[in-house]
């Protein structure tokens, strides 16, 4: 089991940018496939982006294609959430997750999670 711990979320403008780092706790960060997702109010979690243990791939949901990068620093225990153009829909609740599946295929993959940190983007 690991502890995972998001930070970097915040209020920002329409077309700003944030990003977001989760901190894992544990010396096997490099054995685990890497998950962001987000909650809006009132609406179910959805998937945001993933990345492979070694960082050689990467997964992203539809909209966030282009707009959002997910990146790890195995060195570090942490896992990035790049986020830019940003728009009051992405207004949600930002979850960290982690896995021990080698590739995404769902939510499912993932066991553990953090907390989550607060994204608002105004209009």
């Known amino acids: 089991q690991v502890t995972l711990v998001e930070s970097g979320g915040g209020l920002v403008q329409t077309g700003g940018s944030l990003r977001l780092s989760c901190a894992v706790s544990?010396?096997?960060?490099?054995?685990?496939?890497m998950g962001w997702f987000r909650q809006a109010p009132g609406k179910e979690r959805e998937f945001v982006a993933a990345?492979?243990?070694?960082?050689?791939?990467?997964y992203y949901a539809g909209s966030m294609k282009g707009r959002f990068t997910i990146s790890r620093d195995n060195a570090k225990n942490t896992v990035y959430l790049q986020m830019n153009s940003l728009k009051p829909e992405d207004t949600a609740v930002y979850y960290c997750?982690?896995?021990?599946?080698?590739?995404?295929?769902?939510?499912?993959?993932?066991?553990?999670w953090g907390r989550g940190t607060q994204v608002t983007v105004s209009s």
């Open positions: 997750s982690a896995g021990r599946s080698p590739y995404y295929t769902g939510q499912d993959d993932f066991a553990s």
């Open positions: 544990g010396r096997t960060f490099s054995t685990y496939l």
């Open positions: 990345i492979t243990r070694s960082g050689g791939s990467t």
